[in-house]
């Protein structure tokens, strides 16, 4: 059984003007992302905590928009000037409508868990108690764990003449309590911060749970001894993390960052949720002291904090979790046991693409830096970092590589949002092992992918590149989708060192031959391949998959391409700005957004016939958005080898056959989810053990 998301917007003057545009507002699409996961969390044909996943990955993204998206909206809500989007709404009416639309979608999210993730997780054994319904003795033993492992914990702040209302820390939970003196009826209002520490989950015995937050409210009578307690409510304030930096008037960038850091704790409050059941006197007070606006309200019968879903997920029923990734090891980086190959040497054998999750990280990726570091004849390794994992083996490898002499340099992004302080601690711990760390270039982001590994041969020095569209993280390597390429081409070598110099130096490229740089050149090409296919007209073809579609110049590019009669198919997984399927504008575009069980993460361009061996087929980490193309570096790679450009173009047009996991947007901006008439799914497909094979390379 599927529950429509696809509920109308109401009918205001913003939604009839989003309606009337060019573009689809990148905020309203963002929710339409939103709805996708949520159908994907009320789908019966998924696992339970399959399911239960799906809504903390909800929740979990709702947050990085109201931390960002919506407080960048707010923030123009200050401006003296009036400020449009490209569908051309105000801030205020952007801000409107997504309230109209995010009621729509909570309360549909609301009747989902409760009404068949809830039943069919008590199917499996699973299931979230409250305190209250349990048993007598059940009740007692939890007041005794409560007061011998969490009572010590726990701080309670009053607010009274002496005690000033408390700072709420960002997407902290937090419980409200109304207590008084019995000797008067005047009630005050105290605070219990919910620690961050402790599993969400609480057991109860026989796969059942309690929520600790129901556990401190059940029990927040014993903070405060000889006193009433009236109602309670748990509550959860989200504030503005957005940076801002200026970085041309800093002498340390890395100190500039922490400073920025600090202050993020302390951003304006853009969002309070409270559970349903509170008084309108307990959110009154909420409401004033934080100075919110009625409307930055959401009361909720989920649980606040649904990344607490994630815990469920991780539960050990391995047939309700949905599959997961085989990881595997492709030629030649794995061998025959017993035989003993040079890895270097068989990459020069020809490029080689790695496709994970499907393909393991850890035995390709994590194993070329680790062989670099090992090897003695490797002089030097440069590589970007945008995020890594708290337990990074290549950061590890780049240290032993430094350590032994080699020259090892490493860009890190430390304004990578929301890995900034883990990224910080990356760089030092680099530096005192003497790499040679860098920050990249000021007021861009470097979100490129790159591995340069300089190694001396008989023949001279060879580079051996690693070019990929995800991050070198092994904990999202093995969820999310993406493309890595291994070469010892000697002109994308060259290209690589001298983005490496970029990078490092002052200096900037005049010319790369085959990769394509962005701020640089990366806009420029795309528009002009997209202009030499509207230049073949109903012959000309462009394919492309992407994570967003925001830019209006490209957008503009691709309608005037369809009017020639170009037919345009593009993936896109999230925010699409584009209004496809449009008479007279877009009728031959057709977008379409895979979500399922894997993130789809990978960026690819294929500009004319797939088959036509003249065609371009680009590979990297950049989207078709504003930020990508002029405010942040990124590479794109050319995919040359036959067999390498076959596999991706393949793997594009199995996407386009999944009837699973793939929903077509229409022109007025609802997404359907095909009937499942095959039930094709591209993913399932690809990491089915008969997909077993060795890694696309060339000759």
Request: proline fraction near 5%.
């Amino acid at each position: 059984m599927r529950q429509s998301f696809e509920l109308p917007l109401e009918p205001t003057s913003a939604t009839a003007k989003y309606e009337g545009s060019r573009y689809f507002n990148r905020e309203l699409s963002w929710l339409e992302f939103g709805a996708r996961i949520l159908e994907l969390a009320d789908d019966e044909r998924l696992g339970a905590l399959q399911r239960a996943k799906f809504f903390a990955i909800f929740g979990s993204g709702l947050d990085e928009f109201f931390q960002v998206r919506v407080a960048g909206l707010k923030d123009q809500l200050l401006s003296p000037f009036t400020i449009r989007s490209t569908d051309g709404l105000t801030p205020r009416e952007q801000l409107g409508a997504i309230r109209s639309r995010l009621v729509q979608l909570l309360e549909a999210a609301e009747n989902s868990f409760e009404q068949r993730l809830v039943p069919r997780l008590a199917q499996v054994g699973v299931s979230i108690e409250r305190v209250a319904s349990l048993s007598d003795a059940t009740r007692a033993r939890l007041k005794r764990d409560f007061e011998a492992g969490l009572y010590p914990v726990l701080t309670p702040l009053s607010v009274d003449p002496a005690h000033p209302f408390p700072y709420i820390s960002n997407l902290s939970l937090n419980l409200a309590v109304a207590v008084r003196e019995p000797s008067h009826h005047e009630e005050r209002f105290a605070r219990i911060k919910v620690p961050s520490n402790f599993p969400r989950l609480y057991p109860v015995g026989n796969g059942a749970f309690v929520l600790i937050e129901d556990l401190i409210e059940s029990f927040a009578g014993l903070l405060f001894p000889g006193m009433e307690i009236g109602e309670t409510a748990l509550f959860r304030v989200t504030r503005n993390t957005d940076l801002v930096l200026e970085e041309g008037e800093a002498d340390d960038l890395l100190a500039l960052v922490e400073t920025e850091l600090r202050r993020r704790r302390f951003g304006r409050a853009v969002r309070l949720e409270i559970a349903a059941n509170s008084s309108s006197a307990i959110r009154a007070l909420l409401v004033e002291e934080l100075e919110l606006h009625r409307d930055d309200v959401y009361t909720t019968s989920l649980p606040l904090d649904m990344r607490c879903l994630f815990e469920v997920h991780d539960l050990g029923l391995d047939s309700e979790r949905g599959p997961r990734a085989l990881g595997r090891t492709p030629p030649p980086f794995s061998y025959p046991e017993g035989e003993s190959v040079d890895l270097f040497t068989a990459l020069k054998g020809g490029d080689v693409l790695v496709h994970h999750p499907y393909d393991s990280f850890s035995s390709t990726v994590e194993h070329f830096v680790a062989a670099a570091a090992r090897d003695p004849d490797v002089l030097a390794i440069k590589q970007t970092l945008y995020r890594t994992s708290g337990d990074s083996a290549i950061v590890d490898s780049l240290i032993d590589a430094a350590e032994s002499g080699k020259q090892v340099v490493v860009i890190v992004e430390v304004k990578a949002r929301f890995d900034e302080l883990a990224n910080i601690g990356w760089a030092r711990k680099l530096e005192d092992a003497g790499v040679h760390v860098v920050y990249g270039v000021v007021g861009l982001k470097t979100h490129c992918k790159a591995i340069m590994v300089v190694r001396r041969e008989s023949q001279g020095l060879v580079r051996y590149c690693h070019l990929g569209t995800g991050n070198y993280n092994a904990k999202t390597a093995r969820s999310y989708e993406d493309y890595g390429l291994f070469t010892t081409d000697p002109e994308i070598g060259y290209d690589l060192g001298e983005v490496f110099n970029y990078l490092t130096g002052f200096s900037r490229p005049s010319h790369l031959t085959k990769l394509v740089l962005a701020p640089t050149d990366l806009r420029a090409r795309i528009g002009a391949l997209i202009a030499r296919e509207t230049a073949r007209g109903a012959e000309g073809m462009i394919s492309f998959k992407v994570n967003g579609l925001v830019d209006p110049e490209i957008i503009e590019a691709l309608y005037t391409a369809s009017g020639a009669g170009v037919m345009v198919r593009g993936l896109v997984r999230g925010i699409c700005a584009l209004r496809p399927g449009q008479p007279g504008l877009s009728e031959n575009i057709v977008i379409r957004s895979i979500v399922g069980e894997f993130l789809e993460h990978s960026r690819v361009f294929v500009f004319g016939d797939p088959q036509d061996p003249e065609s371009e087929v680009l590979v990297g980490s950049a989207d078709l958005m504003q930020r990508n193309l002029d405010r942040r570096v990124e590479l794109l790679f050319p995919l040359q080898e036959p067999e390498l450009r076959r596999r991706v173009t393949q793997m594009l047009a199995l996407e386009w056959e999944d009837d699973t996991n793939a929903w077509t947007l229409d022109a007025m901006g609802h997404w359907h989810r095909p009937a499942s008439a095959k039930g094709i799914s591209a993913q399932l497909i690809l990491n089915s053990p008969l997909q077993a094979r060795e890694a696309p390379r060339g000759s």
